[in-house]
């Protein structure tokens, strides 16, 4: 069943930090998805200085992996300027000038990388919002934009590194939450493994994004990216995708999977279920709609 949120804040008004707004949107729509919980979440930039989000576990399993991983950074000629560890999860920021394709599919190869980008940081784990709160301070995130997935566990195991959001492998900033399954999944995947791309889990979510990704590196427009992926992908889905200044949905045309959105002049807020979009304004009626079936948008800060 699984439920997504996405949200983008268009100035500067606000009354809730991006953080505090995902949680919220995801608590009221945990009943969809129970085991473990996630978020997309956009920093500023700073020029030159990757974001990398890594799963080590606990104990010296952990300070072994991020032995490991300062030894490939230094293989990469990539400078680390901060680290921190955080529940299951370390997270550097590091110096990096070189092809960032190639360098995340040598960090995938010493630890699994939830993560990576100029903006980009993917926190998730099992539990519900407000547990995946308490471990890693999501509420205090107070970016411009971000998405968020509440997981029931249907076809993998409930881990960490099953839950989403996914982020495109290889592909930097670009994010996707998903609700239903793509069913031309191994063919799309075979051509784009021809084409170089690798993929780290069986998840049909992490082809939607390597998918879109490439559509931008080729110089795709999101709104073009999203308009071929309605013709390209079958199956029922409803997904949103975030990149460092932007967000948008797409939906297939049987639109078997639901969604909500609300838009006003400070933000716009979509989700699965309309109680997500009632928890940013408790009491109030909000002049929602259900986007039709086969269509797609975008919003850019």
């Known amino acids: ?5 996405g949200i983008l804040f268009k100035g500067d008004h606000r009354n809730l930090t991006a953080g505090q707004a995902l949680i919220n949107m995801l608590d009221g729509c945990q009943h969809r998805g129970p085991d473990s919980t996630g978020y997309a979440l ?4 700073k020029d030159g200085e990757l974001r990398l989000r890594f799963l080590v576990g606990e104990g010296m399993e952990a300070a072994e992996t ?12 990539a400078e680390v300027v901060t680290e921190e560890s955080t529940g299951l999860n370390h997270t550097f920021t590091v110096r990096f000038d070189g092809d960032v394709q190639k360098f995340s599919y040598a960090m995938e190869h010493v630890a699994k990388l939830f993560s990576i980008g100029e903006s980009l940081d993917i926190i998730k784990d099992i539990g519900g919002a407000h547990d995946v709160d308490k471990i890693y301070d999501v509420n205090s995130f107070n970016g411009t934009h971000g998405l968020g997935h509440v997981r029931l566990a249907t076809e993998s195991d409930v881990k960490p590194e ?3 959001p996914f982020w495109a492998t290889g ?6 939450v998903h609700n239903g399954q793509i069913t031309n999944y191994y063919k799309m995947r075979r051509r784009l493994e021809k084409r170089g791309f690798e993929f780290h889990t069986e998840n049909d979510s992490e082809l939607v994004a ?13 709104d073009e990216a999203l308009k071929q992926s309605i013709d390209d992908l079958d199956g029922t889905f409803s997904f949103l995708v975030s990149t460092k200044d932007q967000i948008g949905y797409a939906k297939d045309r049987l639109a078997c999977k639901p969604m909500v959105k609300f ?10 279920e309309e109680v997500s979009l009632n928890r940013l304004f ?4 909000l002049n929602t709609m259900e986007p039709p079936p086969g269509t797609y948008q975008t919003w850019h800060r």
């Open 66 to 77: 991020v032995e490991r991983i300062k030894e490939k950074f230094a293989e990469w000629k």
């Open 171 to 176: 592909f930097a900033d670009v994010a996707i």
């Open 42 to 45: 956009y920093h500023e930039t």
């Open 263 to 272: 838009e006003d002049d400070d933000i716009i807020a979509i989700a699965s």
């Open 1 to 5: 069943m699984c439920g997504i949120a």
């Open 210 to 222: 390597v998918y879109l990704a490439e559509k931008l590196k080729l110089g795709h427009s999101l």
């Open 162 to 164: 099953a839950a989403h």
């Open 282 to 285: 408790p009491g109030m009626a």
